[in-house]
């Protein structure tokens, strides 16, 4: 009868002391080895690794950072992991921070405070070297706790006059503003939001409605879903639309998935776009120019945003002066495409 193989013992994990055994060193040469690999003759190295790569060796790296105080971890906070608009921003980070020798820790907070509060003091008490959120609205205890933790901390995609350190983000109501404007210039009267409950939509859908009423238009009709948007609530928010007594003929929608929805239903109902009804968008993701019609949109550089708020953080661990490191607006720019 054959006999099982033996199975790793799984209560015990691999030590520098195992290595040490098996490479015929000492435990301090195997952590010189690791660590200050210059200090060390080739062919000594050339043992301990192999002995690492036999025993499948991982290093203790808080152990590590305690001696060193770095962690060499940064920690993203995105409302979603799944929200195509913040990838860009995410490999941003994750490549400008590994080219300094940093690795990203991401996490999810959702769109409430109180997702983002629980998250950010596991965070915290995790000791990252520097802490990177999307968006400046925050609760007074994450606020504070943020403002005491001792650690860079960079919001991004939004501007604030009072940033909890350092700032890489553009003005939502900017946004709102100029779509509204570029709609009006369309010819478009009657004007709609389709926005997801979230604070910076709000901030969107709150300016594009102030610039309606400047521009003497009548006042956008709002319809509000929920976070993360959907191209189903697209559809949704069509239907409901369709039903307003004075029509539209202009619609602003959170996301381009929203508006992705929009055009779905449009189609659906032979409801001609740009024709009887113009659709901008928010975030300009790669499927937006390939919708039909091709989806007008708000283009934000989420790559650039992810560089330099990864850069804050370097630069403010290698001790750059503050005025180095002030908040920076990135702006936008609508991109034309044919369903505005």
Do not use: K
């Not at 934000?300 to 992810?306: E, P």
Request: hydrophobic content about 45%; aromatic content about 4%.
């Amino acid at each position: 009868m054959t006999q099982p193989l033996p199975t790793p013992d799984r209560q015990r994990a691999t030590t520098v002391l195992d290595v040490a055994r098996l490479a015929g060193v000492s435990a301090m040469t195997v952590s010189r080895a690791l660590n200050q690999p210059q200090r060390v003759p080739p062919a000594t190295r050339q043992r301990v690794q192999a002995a690492v790569e036999a025993t499948h060796y991982v290093p203790n790296l808080l152990a590590c950072g305690l001696r060193s105080r770095r962690s060499r971890l940064v920690a993203a906070i995105v409302p979603a992991l799944g929200s195509p608009v913040f990838s860009e921003t995410v490999q941003a980070l994750t490549a400008t921070l590994g080219a300094a020798g940093y690795h990203l820790m991401l996490g999810q907070s959702g769109y409430g405070a109180a997702g983002e509060d629980a998250l950010l003091q596991a965070v915290i008490g995790r000791r990252p070297d520097g802490i990177v959120l999307v968006g400046v609205d925050h609760s007074r205890q994450t606020r504070e706790r943020l403002a005491g933790c001792g650690m860079p901390v960079v919001e991004t995609w939004d501007l604030t006059p009072t940033p909890i350190d350092m700032l890489v983000g553009f003005s939502h109501a900017d946004v709102g503003a100029a779509v509204c404007r570029f709609l009006a210039d369309q010819g478009r009267r009657r004007l709609a939001v389709v926005s997801g409950a979230d604070g910076r939509a709000a901030r969107r859908a709150q300016a594009f409605t102030a610039t309606a009423e400047h521009l003497g238009l009548p006042a956008p009709v709002l319809v509000e879903v929920d976070a993360p948007t959907t191209l189903g609530h697209g559809r949704q928010a069509l239907r409901q639309l369709l039903g307003h007594p004075a029509g539209v003929d202009g619609i602003f929608c959170s996301s381009d998935m929203l508006a992705l929805g929009v055009l779905t239903e449009a189609a659906h109902q032979r409801i001609a776009v740009p024709g009887r009804i113009g659709v901008v968008g928010f975030g300009d993701q790669p499927l937006a120019a390939d919708a039909e019609p091709a989806l007008t949109t708000v283009r934000v550089d989420g790559a650039r945003i992810g560089r330099e708020a990864a850069l804050r953080v370097i630069g403010r661990i290698a001790g750059a002066p503050a005025p180095e490191l002030a908040a920076l607006d990135v702006g936008f720019s609508i991109v034309p495409r044919r369903s505005g």
